[in-house]
């Protein structure tokens, strides 16, 4: 997420270190990972959106949302194969979803602005690694996805089309920043020298991109270009 390249970036430019506050970074392959390695105790804090804030507070593992990081305008697209014109006609198909996420909300709001629910498909759980393969393949006839992943499928442009975007949704996927209780009370300047680590790493990436986007794009293996591609799906905050 952008989330990931923000603090990324902060650490490479040594924002962190300038702020006088240790941090260390653990990047987890899905939503769901971050989760529960939350929940398991083996991070103190995660970035992801407000679904899985909601989820580890149902889990028992209460989290305090710290501050707002982007929402996605634009950003997260559904993509189906080649002869699907629009989300309306995805009745009685198979779609993918990457399961216990925010991506079974996009999948609704998108067939729910069509006159359609979850219940006029078929959902196909699937991890974003696999997306590309299952909508190549037919597997599924579309598929929730996002940067990088999405980056990789749109090349596709022969047999992928993109049916809907959360420019449709504008401030529904909100990504915040969230922390243990414990470290919230116990550690209030290191979390205030987060705040700051990160507002100058936004303010470095909106001010220096031709220095920002190479390094925000190693994390994610991508072009520089394909990743100020991705950027503007995304609406960043301070």
Do not use: C
Not at 144 to 158: F, I, M, N, Q, R
Not at 171 to 188: A, C, Y
């Amino acid at each position: 997420d952008q989330a990931g390249e923000i603090l990324h970036l902060a650490d490479k430019k040594g924002f962190f270190t300038e702020e006088n506050v240790s941090v260390k970074l653990v990047r987890f392959g899905t939503l769901e990972d971050t989760r529960h390695a939350f929940e398991r105790h083996q991070v103190d804090g995660m970035t992801t959106t407000v679904i899985e804030l909601l989820q580890v507070h149902e889990h028992g593992s209460p989290a305090l949302p710290v501050f707002l990081i982007d929402f996605s305008n634009g950003s997260d697209v559904i993509l189906a194969r080649k002869g699907i014109a629009s989300v309306a006609d995805l009745k009685g198909q198979k779609v993918g979803i990457e399961i216990a996420t925010l991506s079974g909300f996009i999948m609704a709001r998108a067939l729910e602005k069509s006159g359609l629910s979850l219940d006029d498909v078929t959902l196909e759980g699937l991890n974003p690694a696999n997306m590309q393969e299952a909508l190549l393949s037919g597997k599924v006839s579309a598929t929730h996805v996002y940067p990088p992943y999405s980056t990789e499928l749109l090349k596709h442009a022969d047999e992928v089309v993109k049916i809907f975007d959360s420019s449709e949704i504008p401030g529904e996927i909100v990504d915040i920043l969230s922390l243990s209780p414990e470290i919230v009370k116990n550690r209030p300047n290191d979390v205030k020298a987060l705040q700051r680590a990160w507002n100058k790493a936004v303010a470095y990436a909106l001010q220096h991109p031709s220095d920002a986007n190479p390094i925000m794009a190693e994390l994610e293996k991508i072009s520089p270009q394909e990743f100020a591609e991705a950027l503007k799906g995304i609406k960043i905050l301070n």
